[in-house]
């Protein structure tokens, strides 16, 4: 095993073991995402966390993901309506919305208070990264 040392020089490493900083260390604030309400269906332009509540159901739709990559969404529901998320393609039938097991172009949440999901764009798709509770999948022809 090596012994890393970073110093003026950046990371060097050398014999032994182990993680030694010289001079001091600074540390920068992780990523911050602004917490947005969304009371009425509406088209999203950026990544960030959304709450979902409404006397109904609500509908985001999101972006192309080609033009968000690397954007994450975070969608939390606050009331217990089944929140649908769409994807900008919903009309031409391109299956953007995916999890291991199934692709899609929208993503119904279930009608539980604190279900949650996370998606992540690649460029392409929209990937699941997490969730809380069920969520389903699917085509608007299913």
Do not use: W
Not at 49 to 74: H, K, N, Q, R
Not at 100 to 128: K, Q
């Amino acid at each position: 095993m090596a012994k890393t040392t970073i110093d003026s020089r950046g990371a060097v490493t050398g014999p032994g073991a182990g993680l030694n900083v010289k001079g001091p260390a600074t540390f920068r604030a992780g990523l911050k995402e602004a917490v947005v309400a969304k009371t009425a269906s509406a088209t999203l332009t950026a990544g960030g966390v959304y709450t979902l509540s409404g006397a109904a159901a609500i509908t985001m739709t999101m972006p192309d993901p080609a033009d968000v990559p690397g954007a994450p969404f975070t969608f939390r529901c606050v009331s217990a309506h089944a929140h649908l998320i769409t994807s900008s393609q919903v009309t031409q039938d391109t299956l953007t919305i995916c999890d291991p097991g199934s692709h899609g172009t929208r993503l119904a949440l279930p009608a539980v208070v604190g279900s949650s999901v996370r998606l992540i764009s690649d460029g392409l798709n929209y990937m699941v990264a997490g969730q809380s509770g069920s969520f389903t999948i699917a085509t608007p022809s299913s």
